[in-house]
Every structure is written in C-alpha cells, then in structure tokens.
C-alpha cells in the first residue's frame, strides 16, 4: 500500500507463522510472507478459505503468539505481546460465565486497574452503546447469542483500545441478528473511531462491513489482493446497489481458486491422517 | 470414568493449551457456545456409590409469578412432593406392616414405630447424642481437613504441569488402594485413638475433593483463557481472576462427594474399634441384642447423612448459580 495521507496503525511486515507439529516430520507452515498495511481509523475485512491461517494472523497482532518470521508494529513499535490497546472480539463470545454482563465488561478494566467506581460508570456506558441498558445483572447464559456478543463487543471497547481485532464475531449468529448487529457495529465504529480488523468467512459480510476487504490465500497464507470498496451512497439497500454486487463477485473469484485449493488440501490431510 | 481419572496424563497443561503450537487452532470449527461442565469425578476406591440427589437446577430467571399462577404452580410443587416421596413412603410402610402381618420376624426387624420409640428415648436421655457427638467430630474433622488439604493441592496438580507429572504415579497408586485395605496400617502407626480414625476419614475425603478441582483446574474452557491473556492478564492474575472462579463447581461437587464419604467410611471405622460413636452403638446393641436400638443408630446415621449433603448441596447451589446445567 502506498502511504499518502493517512497514516499506518498496524503494520505486518513479511510475516511467517510455522508450527511445529509434534508427531508429523514437516513443519506446519501457517503463514507465509503476510505483508498489509492497516491504515488508521480504518475498517478492514479479512477473507480467506478456511485453515488459510486468518486466525493466526489475528493471534499475531493480538501478541498471543510471536512470528516465526518478520514483524508486526503498531504505531511504529513492535509487537511483543498482548496488550490493552488491542481488544479482541471471538466468534465464540469468550465471555466469563460467572460474572454477569456487567462485570464481564468491568473484567478488561480491572486489568486496567480502573478504580472501581469509574469501573462500573464506564461498563454502564459501553453496555448502553451496545443496547443492552437493563440486562447489567444478566448471567451470559441468560442472554441470547447476540446478546452475548453485544457484551463481549462492550467488553472489547470498554478498556478503550485504539485496535478491535474481530475474530468471525458474528459466524455463529442466526441471519437477522447478524446483520442488525453488522449495522451496530459499523454504527459504534464511526462513534468511536477504533482501527477494526474483522475476520470473516463471508463475502457479504466483508464488503458490507470493510473500507478494504483483505483476501488471503489457501495455506500457507499470505495476502492475495486487497480490494477498496466504495460506496456513492450507504443508504438504503446497500446489498442491493449493483456496485455491491461487483466488488462481492470481485471478492467471490479472487476467493474461488484459493477455496478450491484449500479443499485439496484438507482432503489430502485427512487421508494421509486415515 | 477410567480415562477422566488418569486425566493428568491425557490432559491438556497450559503449555498446551495457550494457542501458539496448536496447528488445529487454524481452521477450527464451531464449537459449542457454553462448555459442558466437567463431570464428577468419584473414585471407586471408596464403598458405597453416592446417589446422585441433584434436584432440579432453578433457573434464576423465573418471572415473576401472578396470583393464579401461584396457585397452580403449588399444586404442581405439591403433587411433585407427592411423586417424590412415594418410594420413601412405601418403604417406611412396609417397615410399619410387614413386621406387624408377620412377614419379617418382629424381633429382627420390629416395626418402624418402635424403633422410632426407641431412637427418642435413646435421644432424650440415653447415650445417643453422645455416639453422634464423638461421630461428628471424627467426621466433620476428618472432611475438614481433607478439604482444606486437598483443595490446594488439587490446584497445584492441575495448574503446574511439573507437579502433576512428579505426582500423578504416587497418587494413582493410593488412590486405587481402597481406604479400608489401609485402615489397619493407620490404626498400627497411628493407634486405636482419635487419630487414627480421623486420619482414615481424612485420607477417604481428600480423593474426591482432589480428583475433582484438578479436574476443574484443567477443563477450564481455553477459549476464556486466551481471552484474558489477550487482555494482558498475568499468569497469577489468570489463576486468580479465571482459573480459581472457572474451578469452583467442580471443587464443591468434590466436596459434597466427600461430605457423604465422611460418613460412610467413618462408621466402617468405629465398627472396627471404637468405644464410642454410632457405628459402635450399631454393632454393640446388634451383638447385645438391643435390635430397636441398632435400628435407632442406623436411622440416625442415615438422617446425618442426608443433612449433610442437603447442608453442602445447598453451599454447592450458592457458588454455582452461574453453571447453566
């Protein structure tokens, strides 16, 4: 990417991910040769064929693991471990099943050491930006699955990080509770102005939700194109505007290949473990 | 149950479990949204089984009900109450008429309502709270050090992975020695005394309790895990923030399993040699004869019992409000 005006947050500089598989002889090579620039303030979405090592890129930037090989910066310094200035969201909610929602969004705080007063006026604050106002007390397994997201997206914001890093948030959802909380989330990200990576399996979703759609490549992963998506107009269908649907076929055959491959591959994987 | 047990083998150490070497973690697929809590864990080295009395698990979100529906719902509280306790009636009837029509022999077993006779005057001014006193006290001490023995401990095994690997062979080996086969050892080392007898309850105790917070410490969900790393939490802060509140249901179904073995084992003890407490008065008043006051002691026994698991039931229920099971 060419830098112009804006100005990069993260940068993931030739990254290599290898895993070292404890029975098989060859090393698992995850990713390979990643480089992208994630400008800041942007929303980026992130595709790739399933195994192509989305998530591992993702674990990377959160500093959950290190790379084997090149590097991630954020605001021109390293990464060298997770912090309170990158929050992730996972597609499995991650929420601490013993402590209700309120607490659930005080728990990154506490971390924080946030006194406790300002603690609960800000988990208070984030659950309202989220639309959950009136279930504070709620247990998680006293919410529905979106609002459990809702949480866990309040969570991510409420210690206040510059980055949202967004694991498949919404894969495990039912269609319609995906897209209201598709709008929320592009709603709260132009609120609040946070550099988002979003990972996702959907091209919908992707085109709908990014500025930048990433693609990836079937394993070892690496960055096949990024495609800019712009819109005249948001308003409306965004869906049903004929440009959404060239960048989604856009996205569909840039995609297509690398699916196919990654097929093969997992195919041949599960026979050589047969 | 056998592969739960050699779970500090097969199981997965930290190590293990924070994503970085886990290749699969690449493409996996939908999980489950709320992990199945961990089972039980009960060794089998111990007597008799512990029946499951788990009741329904209340949901903490029942609205608010309105006076017609008050009523219905006690009718269905009440005919529940009666499905319930239908066996138990039955089997206190028959204890009641079957002695009486000639069934079973009167004097082996004599109607329910002359024992009950017996076990009030033994209660009013008999030797009765005196055996459940010195009971009581081998017990409760028995279980409470175990509990404070094992919980830490369990904790140690789970988290640390050095120590798991250093302990799991010793523990295998005791914990598939049955307690009674060892009660013998005790009683030479330890004497025919208090010790001995609450060392026998203690060393009982400590396995269901142990088994079941390592079993906690190490089926805490990674996803949680990763999650709170991810927001730069500590290795002691994890354990305290995570591990400890995802460990509490598992630990306190150990303890509860243990509140029942503190009794069941301590009465094995006091029959063997003992000068006081209620598995002595059971044997004594069988030897002598005195068969409503055996009956007495075996019903007092078994009330101890069910309270005490009600008691721990009940302390379970608290701190586990948030399991959805």
């Given at each position: 990417m060419t830098t112009t005006a804006v100005t990069t947050k993260i940068g993931i500089r030739d990254v290599r991910k290898i895993f070292q598989v404890r029975d098989a002889g060859e090393p698992f090579v995850a990713l390979d040769g990643v480089d992208l620039d994630v400008r800041e303030g942007e929303f980026l979405a992130l595709v790739g064929p399933s195994g192509c090592g989305k998530s591992t890129l993702l674990d990377l930037v959160a500093g959950l693991t290190a790379p084997t090989a090149g590097e991630i910066v954020i605001d021109g310094t390293p990464v060298t471990g997770p912090g309170l200035d990158r929050g992730i969201v996972f597609q499995q909610y991650a929420?601490?099943?013993?402590?209700t929602a309120q607490a659930n969004v005080e728990f990154g705080l506490e971390a924080k050491a946030v006194p406790r007063r300002e603690r609960r006026e800000r988990a208070r604050h984030y659950l309202d930006l989220v639309?959950?106002?009136?279930?504070?007390?709620?247990?998680p397994h006293e919410l529905s699955g979106g609002m459990r997201q809702r949480v866990a997206i309040a969570r991510s914001l409420a210690f206040d990080p510059d980055v949202l890093l967004m694991d498949?948030?919404?894969?495990?959802?039912?269609a319609q509770t995906r897209e209201s909380l598709q709008e929320e989330l592009l709603r709260i990200w132009d609120k609040t102005g946070k550099t988002v990576i979003f990972i996702t399996h959907g091209i919908d979703e992707a085109v709908y939700l990014g500025q930048r759609v990433a693609v990836m490549t079937s394993r070892p992963g690496t960055i096949k194109e990024v495609v800019e998506v712009t819109f005249d107009?948001?308003?409306?269908?965004?869906?049903?505007?004929p440009a959404f649907g060239e960048y989604r076929h856009h996205v569909w055959t840039l995609l297509r290949d690398e699916v196919a491959a990654a097929q093969v591959q997992e195919r041949k994987a599960a026979t050589s473990r047969g | 149950m056998g592969d739960r047990r050699s779970a500090p083998a097969t199981g997965i150490a930290l190590s293990e479990r924070a994503p970085q070497e886990l290749p699969t973690d690449i493409d996996r697929r939908e999980a489950p949204a709320t992990p199945a809590p961990p089972a039980a864990v009960e060794p089998a080295a111990v007597g008799p089984v512990e029946p499951a009395s788990v009741g329904p698990g209340e949901r903490a979100t029942a609205p608010a009900p309105r006076p017609s529906a008050l009523a219905r719902r006690a009718r269905r509280l009440a005919s529940r109450a009666v499905t319930k306790s239908g066996a138990i009636l039955l089997l206190l009837a028959a204890w009641e008429v079957l002695p009486r029509v000639g069934v079973f022999d009167r004097v082996f077993v004599p109607p329910l309502s002359e024992d009950l006779v017996v076990w009030y005057g033994l209660l009013l001014d008999g030797p009765l709270p005196e055996h459940l006193r010195a009971s009581l006290i081998r017990s409760l001490s028995g279980f409470g050090l175990a509990v404070a023995l094992a919980i830490p401990l369990g904790l140690l095994i789970g988290w640390y992975r050095p120590v798991a690997d250093a302990l799991t062979p010793l523990l295998e080996v005791f914990r598939n020695t049955s307690p009674v086969a060892l009660l013998p050892v005790f009683t030479l080392i330890?004497?025919?005394?208090?010790t001995s007898k609450i060392t026998f309850v203690l060393y009982a105790c400590s396995w269901p309790v142990l088994l079941n917070t390592v079993s906690g410490v190490k089926t805490v969900e990674p996803l949680l895990i990763r999650s709170a790393r991810s927001m730069g939490l500590g290795p002691l802060r994890l354990f305290q923030k995570v591990i400890l509140p995802a460990a509490v249901p598992a630990v306190f179904t150990g303890v509860r399993l243990a509140g029942a073995y503190s009794i069941l084992v301590l009465l094995f003890a006091e029959m063997v040699?003992?000068?006081?407490g209620l598995g002595y008065l059971i044997l004594d008043t069988q030897s002598s004869f005195r068969i409503p006051e055996m009956y007495a002691g075996i019903i007092t026994i078994s009330a101890l019992g069910l309270l005490f698991n009600l008691l721990l039931l009940r302390i379970e229920r608290r701190f586990s409000t948030w399991r959805t099971t």
């Amino acid at each position: 990417m060419t830098t112009t005006a804006v100005t990069t947050k993260i940068g993931i500089r030739d990254v290599r991910k290898i895993f070292q598989v404890r029975d098989a002889g060859e090393p698992f090579v995850a990713l390979d040769g990643v480089d992208l620039d994630v400008r800041e303030g942007e929303f980026l979405a992130l595709v790739g064929p399933s195994g192509c090592g989305k998530s591992t890129l993702l674990d990377l930037v959160a500093g959950l693991t290190a790379p084997t090989a090149g590097e991630i910066v954020i605001d021109g310094t390293p990464v060298t471990g997770p912090g309170l200035d990158r929050g992730i969201v996972f597609q499995q909610y991650a929420l601490f099943p013993w402590r209700t929602a309120q607490a659930n969004v005080e728990f990154g705080l506490e971390a924080k050491a946030v006194p406790r007063r300002e603690r609960r006026e800000r988990a208070r604050h984030y659950l309202d930006l989220v639309g959950l106002t009136g279930f504070e007390e709620r247990y998680p397994h006293e919410l529905s699955g979106g609002m459990r997201q809702r949480v866990a997206i309040a969570r991510s914001l409420a210690f206040d990080p510059d980055v949202l890093l967004m694991d498949e948030p919404f894969a495990a959802l039912d269609a319609q509770t995906r897209e209201s909380l598709q709008e929320e989330l592009l709603r709260i990200w132009d609120k609040t102005g946070k550099t988002v990576i979003f990972i996702t399996h959907g091209i919908d979703e992707a085109v709908y939700l990014g500025q930048r759609v990433a693609v990836m490549t079937s394993r070892p992963g690496t960055i096949k194109e990024v495609v800019e998506v712009t819109f005249d107009s948001r308003a409306g269908d965004l869906r049903a505007d004929p440009a959404f649907g060239e960048y989604r076929h856009h996205v569909w055959t840039l995609l297509r290949d690398e699916v196919a491959a990654a097929q093969v591959q997992e195919r041949k994987a599960a026979t050589s473990r047969g | 149950m056998g592969d739960r047990r050699s779970a500090p083998a097969t199981g997965i150490a930290l190590s293990e479990r924070a994503p970085q070497e886990l290749p699969t973690d690449i493409d996996r697929r939908e999980a489950p949204a709320t992990p199945a809590p961990p089972a039980a864990v009960e060794p089998a080295a111990v007597g008799p089984v512990e029946p499951a009395s788990v009741g329904p698990g209340e949901r903490a979100t029942a609205p608010a009900p309105r006076p017609s529906a008050l009523a219905r719902r006690a009718r269905r509280l009440a005919s529940r109450a009666v499905t319930k306790s239908g066996a138990i009636l039955l089997l206190l009837a028959a204890w009641e008429v079957l002695p009486r029509v000639g069934v079973f022999d009167r004097v082996f077993v004599p109607p329910l309502s002359e024992d009950l006779v017996v076990w009030y005057g033994l209660l009013l001014d008999g030797p009765l709270p005196e055996h459940l006193r010195a009971s009581l006290i081998r017990s409760l001490s028995g279980f409470g050090l175990a509990v404070a023995l094992a919980i830490p401990l369990g904790l140690l095994i789970g988290w640390y992975r050095p120590v798991a690997d250093a302990l799991t062979p010793l523990l295998e080996v005791f914990r598939n020695t049955s307690p009674v086969a060892l009660l013998p050892v005790f009683t030479l080392i330890l004497g025919i005394g208090e010790t001995s007898k609450i060392t026998f309850v203690l060393y009982a105790c400590s396995w269901p309790v142990l088994l079941n917070t390592v079993s906690g410490v190490k089926t805490v969900e990674p996803l949680l895990i990763r999650s709170a790393r991810s927001m730069g939490l500590g290795p002691l802060r994890l354990f305290q923030k995570v591990i400890l509140p995802a460990a509490v249901p598992a630990v306190f179904t150990g303890v509860r399993l243990a509140g029942a073995y503190s009794i069941l084992v301590l009465l094995f003890a006091e029959m063997v040699g003992a000068k006081a407490g209620l598995g002595y008065l059971i044997l004594d008043t069988q030897s002598s004869f005195r068969i409503p006051e055996m009956y007495a002691g075996i019903i007092t026994i078994s009330a101890l019992g069910l309270l005490f698991n009600l008691l721990l039931l009940r302390i379970e229920r608290r701190f586990s409000t948030w399991r959805t099971t």
